[in-house]
């Protein structure tokens, strides 16, 4: 059995495509790979969150081949397997896992920062809106951990959740661009802001459009045009059923046309 022989297996197989990588680049976004390595040899793995486990490594094609149908079976009723919802992009499809586990540090540090601004409130005890701001930050960003650390939940929430943060910043940073000048020029004109005040406003002003601009095109817009990529597909869909509809019906009068003709 060969690579070509594997895949025409696999079709007949009720498994979501997505879950499994033949001799492409390594996919680490819960897919079982069978890849040729450079020394000729062949490995197949499972890749997910940017680590390869149930790894093994054969002399020939064939072999692997075998092995990657014995481990589909074994997996086959299992979480890995799970069909995957079509929106999945899997943008951790190359990542490595030291690149996942800093991701992972650095929403760690923010989930303690959350907690240290919140215990600081509690500690000077007051208990304003600065500590909900903090008790907000904590929770999210201890969701926001969870959800990375479980694939399988994170694909829900790459799709759901991130889209409102994205568009959240990017309306905080639109809101500023307009709102902290509106709020700070009569008092600096007025000569009741300090110096030091003043210097730091007008070189945090840029900032907020930049953020507003930068979230937008670098976060928002890959969900924005999926979004008009969905919206146009159901369109096209609908058209198509329409258009199909419409023949069926002109189909069946033409024949009903037809057996009247035939009659008389």
Sequence with gaps: MDIDQLESELENWDIDPQNINLNGPAVYDGCFNLIRCKDGKWEIFYGSLGKKTLHSIFDSEEQACLAFIKLLQENKNTEKLADKPKYWKGYRRYASSFQVYCVIGILVVGLLMGLAGAGYQIYTREINFMFWIFVVWT????????????????????????????????????????????????????????????????????????????????????????????????????????????DKEYEKELKSMRKKSSIE
Aim: aromatic share 18%.
């Design 139 to 246: 929770i999210s960003y201890g969701a926001i951990i969870f959800f990375y650390c479980h694939e399988r939940l994170y694909e829900i929430f790459e799709h759901l959740a991130e889209p409102v943060i994205y568009f959240s910043i990017m309306m905080f940073c639109a809101a500023c661009t307009f709102l902290v000048p509106f709020f700070n020029i009569p008092n600096i004109m007025a000569s009741e802001t300090p110096v030091y005040d003043t210097v730091c406003l007008i070189l945090i002003e840029p900032l907020f459009p930049l953020g507003a601009w930068g979230t937008y095109r670098f976060l928002l817009k890959e969900y924005v045009d999926e979004l008009k990529e969905y919206i146009r597909s159901k369109k096209n869909d609908a058209d198509d059923e329409s258009g199909s509809t419409y």
